[in-house]
């Protein structure tokens, strides 16, 4: 599929873009282009992809994204690398959870290569605004959503690919800290037969509000809980968790149809492996997580995602008090598998899994 190149009319001055990106902070300042893909059931599916400048979306007010939600999107970065080029971390495994989101949402597939294309095509025109800065790099918000304009209840027939760029610093202030985490006893992300495990827009807004929960209470993200017994650990509002014990073993939450399957999760799972512990993914509940921090048994616990990478939790706070893991710092298998996924995210460290895409 041919791609067409529209070229900018007015792209921001060079000057001035390295004054935005020194110090970008995060999802504020966006890239000078988008990549844009129709989707028309009726006139053979994908057609007329285009490189062009970001600008406004027309849409109908009757499009079906705004009244049924069909919406789903995927986050990656395209990391600086010590020679000068760019590399993707591992993102046939973004396309490939783009598709499972998009078979969940009943919307039509996007050809693996496609996805990947319109990615190259728009990091060889912005490549340029990624930060040079500690934690910098160039984030990629690929998206889809129903563009049909009916109100009927059913799967709509035309759709929008759109993939955007951000350059970013860290995802929370002050780099790497230890996070306080809030857990939601009220409120749940997901259910058994529902959309947690798909990359859909509304399972963030249903964390919104145990979200602004956590933060009034001093904390910085929020836990969820299952949503049939409210007692198994499932995910936070963007991450997967992990929990380290003294005697070598690791427990992360299993797949089980209610997490996002996370792709640092999953490079996560490996790297420990291959670090000699042993990783179970299994339930762990609440309740245990409190008792096992207490007797000291837990001595780590991380979360993880594509915004965030990897960040150690330093304590757990909600309606029946609040418990410290360790010390409250950042561990040490904590430290050194942010150190060494970050490395190969960054090409400073060997990528023996050949997981980098360099562009």
Known sequence: MDFKHLPHPAPV???????A??????????????????????QGGWHSPT??????????????????AQEIFEGMKAYRHPDGSLGLFRPEQNARRFNASARRMAMPELPEELFLESIRRLVSVDGDWTPSIEGGALYLRPFMFASEAF???????????VLIASPVGGYFKGGAKPVKIWVSRNYTRAAPGGTG?????????????????????????VVFLDAVEKKWIEELGGMN???VFDDGTVITPPLTGTILPGITRDSLIQLLREEGLNVREEPYSIDQWRADAMKGNLVETMACGTAAVVTPVGSVVGPDGEFSIG?????QITHK??????????????????????L
């Open 13 to 19: 001055p060079g000057e001035t873009r390295q004054q």
């Open 21 to 42: 990106i020194a110090d970008p902070g995060f999802g504020k300042i966006f890239t000078d282009h988008m990549v844009v893909i129709d989707y028309d059931a009726d």
């Open 51 to 68: 490189l062009q400048a970001r600008e406004p979306i027309a849409l109908d007010p009757a499009a079906a994204v705004l009244h049924y």
């Open 151 to 161: 109100l009927g209840v059913r799967p709509a027939r035309q759709y929008k690919y």
């Open 197 to 221: 495990a798909a990359k859909t827009g509304g399972n963030y807004a249903a964390s919104l509000v145990p979200q602004m929960e956590g933060i009034e209470n001093g904390c910085d993200q």
């Open 241 to 243: 968790l992990f929990f």
């Open 327 to 331: 010390s409250g710092g950042t561990g």
């Open 337 to 358: 598998l942010r150190e060494k996924l970050v490395g190969i995210q960054t090409g400073a460290v060997a990528d023996a899994s050949d997981w980098v895409m360099k």
